[in-house]
C-alpha cells in the first residue's frame, strides 16, 4: 500500500456553531479514494416500491437498457480491481438492480479478492439460494474471501417484507414462503462463514420508511439476536431529490426533511472518501447523484485511471468549495436534502458499520470455534475538534 502523500490544499477550517472542527480527506484517502461504488447492475428481479430506480419512481433503467449499460464491464472491473488492490480499497458492488444477476460477479468478486481489494457486496440474497446452483455463489465468495455481505432485508416479518420486497412482477407464492426463503439465504451466509471459518463480514440493512414504524427496533433485535447477524444498519429515507418521484412523506424519520435550510457551511464527507463509477464507466460525484448528472465534469474511467480522477482537478474544486463553505453553491450540492439533513455526515457510516461488525465477527469466532480470524479493522475517526 502507497504512503500517505500530506496535501495541504485540501486541509482546512470550517467555524461550527460551537466549535471549530477539522475537515480534509481521510486518512488513507491521499491518493485514492477509500471506496469505489460500482454500479453493477440496472436490471433487478424485485419489484421494491420504495427503491429509486423501480419503474415509476424513475427512468433511470430504461436510460442504461437503450444505451447497452446494463451491466458492469468485467474488463473494466478488472482494471479498477488492480488499481483498488494496489491501496487495499473498497469496491462496494451495488447499483440500480441485483447484483448478483451479473452472469460474471462471484469471478469478478474473485479476481478482485485475488488483486488485494477489499469487497463490499450489497444484495436482496435472491440468488443465494436455496437451490443448489445459488448456493455455489454464496459458497464461492465467501471462499474468495469476500469482506462483507449486506443483505438489504427492511423487515422482520413475512407480510410486511412481502410488501417493501415483494419479486419483480408480484407475488406467486405465499408471503411466508417468500419470506422463509429470504431468510434462509442470511443463515446459510452465516453457517457457511463459520464452516469455512473466514472473515466474511454478514450484515442486514433496513430503511427507515413509514411502513416500519413500531416495528424498527423488534426488527433489529430479529436480526440481531434470532438470525446472529454481526450489524444491523438503519439506513434513513432517501428521495434522492429531482432523480426519482419518491415523495419525502415517506420517511420514518419526518423531522429531517423539515425546514431544510438553504445553505450548509460543514461539507458533506462523500468527495473526500468515495467515487461512484456506472456501467458506462461515468464517473459521479457521490452517490445521491444516481443518474450521474455530475459526469460531465469527470473523465470517464474507460480512459482515464481512478487515481488520476480522485486527484483531478474537479475533484479537488469541489472539496476546495466545501471546505470553504460553499458546497451549497454546486451542482448538484445545491439541491442535496440528504446533505443538509445531516444525513452525510462526518460521524457515522460505513466505518462505524466495518468496526462493530467486525467485534461481532471475531467474538462470535472465538467463542463457537476457539478460533481467532484475521480481519481489515479500520480506524474509526471522528472529525478531528480544533
Request: one cysteine or more.
Amino acid at each position: 500500500m502507497h504512503g500517505a502523500v500530506e496535501d495541504k490544499q485540501t486541509l482546512s477550517m470550517v467555524e461550527a456553531p460551537q466549535e471549530q472542527k477539522e475537515y480534509g480527506l481521510r486518512p488513507g484517502a491521499e491518493e485514492f479514494p477509500l471506496m469505489i461504488v460500482m454500479s453493477i447492475i440496472y436490471p433487478c428481479n424485485f419489484g421494491c416500491p420504495m427503491c429509486p430506480y423501480t419503474d415509476g419512481n424513475s427512468e433511470i433503467r430504461k436510460f442504461y437498457r437503450e444505451r447497452e449499460g446494463d451491466l458492469f464491464p468485467v474488463a473494466l472491473w478488472k482494471s479498477i480491481a488492480d488499481e483498488a488492490g494496489e491501496y487495499g480499497a473498497w469496491l462496494r458492488c451495488t447499483g440500480g438492480g441485483e447484483p448478483m444477476l451479473h452472469p460474471h460477479l462471484v469471478e469478478m468478486i474473485e479476481y478482485a479478492k485475488q488483486r488485494g481489494a477489499r469487497v463490499w457486496l450489497n444484495t436482496n440474497g435472491s440468488m443465494f439460494g436455496p437451490s443448489p446452483k445459488h448456493r455455489e455463489k454464496l459458497e464461492r465468495v465467501i471462499r474468495a474471501g469476500i469482506d462483507l455481505i449486506e443483505f438489504s432485508m427492511d423487515a422482520a416479518d413475512a407480510d410486511l417484507y412481502a410488501k417493501l420486497r415483494p419479486p419483480r412482477g408480484g407475488m406467486s407464492k405465499s408471503p411466508k414462503e417468500w419470506w422463509d426463503r429470504q431468510v434462509s439465504n442470511v443463515t446459510a451466509a452465516l453457517e457457511m462463514r463459520k464452516r469455512m471459518v473466514a472473515p466474511t463480514r454478514v450484515v442486514v440493512s433496513i430503511i427507515r420508511q413509514e411502513e416500519i414504524e413500531g416495528k424498527l427496533e423488534e426488527a433489529i433485535d430479529f436480526w440481531l439476536h434470532k438470525i446472529g447477524v454481526d450489524e444491523v444498519i438503519t439506513r434513513k429515507f432517501l428521495t434522492w431529490d429531482d432523480n426519482t418521484n419518491i415523495p419525502q412523506g415517506k420517511a420514518l424519520d419526518k423531522h429531517l426533511y423539515a425546514d431544510l435550510p438553504t445553505e450548509k457551511k460543514q461539507p458533506c464527507v462523500w468527495p473526500f472518501e468515495r467515487l461512484n463509477v456506472d456501467t458506462l464507466g461515468r464517473i459521479s460525484l457521490c452517490g445521491q447523484d444516481i443518474s450521474f448528472r455530475s459526469s460531465e465534469f469527470f473523465p470517464s474511467a474507460n480512459e482515464v485511471s481512478i487515481k488520476e480522477i480522485w486527484r483531478g482537478e474537479m475533484f479537488d474544486w469541489y472539496r476546495k468549495m466545501h471546505l470553504e463553505g460553499r458546497g451549497a453553491e454546486c451542482f448538484p450540492c445545491r439541491g442535496c436534502s440528504a446533505w443538509f439533513a445531516g444525513i452525510r455526515d462526518w460521524e457515522h457510516g460505513w466505518l462505524k458499520v466495518l468496526q462493530k461488525s467486525g467485534d461481532h465477527l471475531k467474538q462470535v469466532m472465538s467463542e463457537d470455534l476457539g478460533v481467532e480470524v484475521q480481519i481489515y479493522e479500520p480506524t474509526v475517526q471522528s472529525v478531528n475538534a480544533g
